[in-house]
């Protein structure tokens, strides 16, 4: 299915070198942000009380968390879970306040706006919980990537799986560096929608270079940067309902889903954005800078010929 067809290949390798040179900029500057402002970790990774509560109607979010706002927290993640009657919510440590204390006065204050409210569970999230998680989560993002790295190096060659790990490294580092420059709180969705950029990303690169692949068959008169150039070109179509599509889904979420799905929904935007730069301009460029040649791809076969003749020989 097409949009629209490019008749001319568009020469995206000719502004490699400088878009590189942007992308490092971009990701050094992430790295920076990260070492020294560092991320605005949730109460899943630093620990603080978590409670559940019941109401007898629809709760209002937004009232749940302007009260418990009233009492002085300020970080405090209100969401519904189960149905729209059960609301979570999570608190972060406060210095001279136990958790029962805590779970005490959050519960008086929303019993003042409505007497029917009941506590279903209440409980302390320590910060060696955290402390796991935040561990658990970088192994999960070590994983993946070294999971692609293994299936590109098998499905294509060497160069395309360094390529792409690269490239998605690249992504993650990227969000990651938004979250710590603007303070955004980053909590298990948010991680859960960078393993989502991770996948989504790698889709976009395995649709690229299977594209390469393709055309060094069929055009044996291009030079790598012809076929890397023809290869994108050819896929802009499906590049641009794909990711308009997935965009729009995502969008619907950051405006209409509430706090709750507010940074995951950020996380994704994020990572879809620089996933389409990153699959083009890092790592197609990676592959053309790595040397990529038809014969990588493209294995010589023999044909049927016989012994005795001192001429015949391997052909492609």
Known sequence: MELFRIRKDIPFMKYALVLNAISIITFVLAVFFLVTKGLHLSVEFTGGTVMEVSYSQPADLEKVRGTIQAKGYTDVTVQNFGTARDVMIRMPVQKGVTSAQQSEQVLAALREVDPEVELRRTEFVGPSVGEELVTNGLLALGVVLLGIIIYLAFRFEWKFGVAAAFANFHDVVIILGFFAFFQWEFSLPVLAGVLAVLGY???????????????????????????INHAITSTMSRTVITHASTEAMVL????????SLHYFSLALTIGIVFGIYSSIFVGAAIVMWLGVKREDLVKPTKTEHDPNDPNAGAVV
């Not at 990303?201 to 076929?227: G, L």
């Not at 619907?252 to 706090?259: K, L, R």
């Open 201 to 227: 990303s790698v889709n976009e690169s395995v649709v690229v270079f299977d594209r390469i692949r393709e055309t060094f068959r069929r055009q044996r008169k291009m030079d790598t940067k012809q076929v």
């Open 252 to 259: 619907a979420m950051f405006f209409f889903g509430g706090p």
